[in-house]
């Protein structure tokens, strides 16, 4: 597996190279170019990740690398929809890279929101946690207390209100609206939903072209996450007995190097393909 491990550090080292070049490159990370850029960031640290496991435990199991080459993989495809590879119009880029913007600014909202005792999430969260008996009276201590200042989202509703995100704010509030009147409390699992007829992420792998993928390797990957894969525990041993593998079972870490390495390879590829005028611009300019 050396070998596997050597290539996967090559791919990291350059795709770090590059991250380092778009990064100066652009100087002011907006809106626009912060969903691609932190997805690539993302990818290239789940993948050290694997690496760092690679040799730590080389010759050893590969059910530790799972969850981050899901991880991975999923942020592959994130990056694949916002760069609009099954699109040719450029304003779907903008599009879908605003939305996961949106997307994690109300994520942050709902989370400041329901650790504050004065907002109406933070209320209703504090009675559900002292209806779940001792568990959740040991959460509500545990929130109890902290600075409302800590979670107060007025930067982030004010945020929200400026020109690149309020039509998408508006969407969301006529989305709401309209689902509420159906009868339904309606809000986006993925930033993807608020944009796009797209139902969790099997419709986003087939809306970019990769469910193959995302049936044949999401899916392991994901069995692994939650807990469902019992198989991958057990051995056979040659009494014929079954037993829980050991921590250090050889489990062909090869292939999770290797997909590490591909999943590396194809975002790293879609950047340059996203980014390259800026890249060519920038390799012209005899300042740099």
Sequence with gaps: MTDQIAELQTLLTEAEDLFKRLQDRIKIIDALNLAPLALFRQIIDMGDAVRLLAEANEGHGSIQMVPLLRSMLENFFSLEYILARDSKNSQDQSTRSLAWFWFCIHQEIKFRERLNPST???????????SAGSLGE???????GRSKKAYDTKDLYERLEESDLVDLERTYQQKKKQKKKEGKNWEPRYFFELVDSIRGIEGLARKIGRWPVYEIYYRWFSAGVHGTDPVSLLRQEPAG???FRPLTANDEPGRCVEWASYLLYFSAFAVLGHYRPILEEDAMDPQT
Excluded: E, M, N, P
């Design 120 to 130: 109406a999430r933070g209320k209703d969260f504090r009675q559900q946690l002292k």
């Design 138 to 144: 040991a959460l509500l201590d545990h929130v109890r």
């Design 241 to 243: 007995t079954v037993r």
